[in-house]
């Protein structure tokens, strides 16, 4: 997954905890293993707060000179719970609820977040 990131947008730091949704395929819901993502097959637990990785920007070549880095590693979620999206009509997303630490270096796009660590709270009934 990748976070698209304007030339001057900056970093921020989370002053209080903040609330976030996450989402996968509903077979990939394992309520006693936890939560598997959709992209990198990483697996979340209730209640544990993952290591810290570093939002590092990157500036593919055939884009140089423009306005536009992404961020290829961190923690993706979202503003709001997006349940309601299906591929298919046989396919359906489940959402967990997920806090990114106070404390946490983030982006946010007003839709989209990426942030150096984050804790699963638990599933969306």
């Known amino acids: 997954m990748c976070y698209v990131v304007e030339r001057n947008e ?3 730091i989370a002053e209080e905890d903040i609330l976030v949704y ?5 077979w990939h819901r394992k309520p006693d293993q ?42 993706h979620s979202y503003t709001k719970d997006i ?13 967990a609820e997920f806090i990114i630490p106070k404390g946490t270096k983030y982006y946010h796009n007003g839709c989209e977040y990426v942030s150096e660590t984050i804790k699963m709270k638990g599933w969306i009934t």
Do not use: C, Q, W
């Open 83 to 95: 349940n309601d999206k299906h591929l298919v009509d046989y396919i359906r997303f489940v959402s």
């Open 10 to 12: 900056l970093p921020r």
């Open 34 to 75: 936890g939560f598997e993502s959709l992209y990198r097959e990483y697996r979340y637990y209730p209640n544990d707060e993952h290591p810290k990785v570093a939002l590092e920007l990157e500036e593919p070549e055939h884009l140089m000179n423009t306005s536009t880095k992404f961020i290829n590693k961190g923690y």
């Open 22 to 26: 996450k989402n996968t395929l509903e």
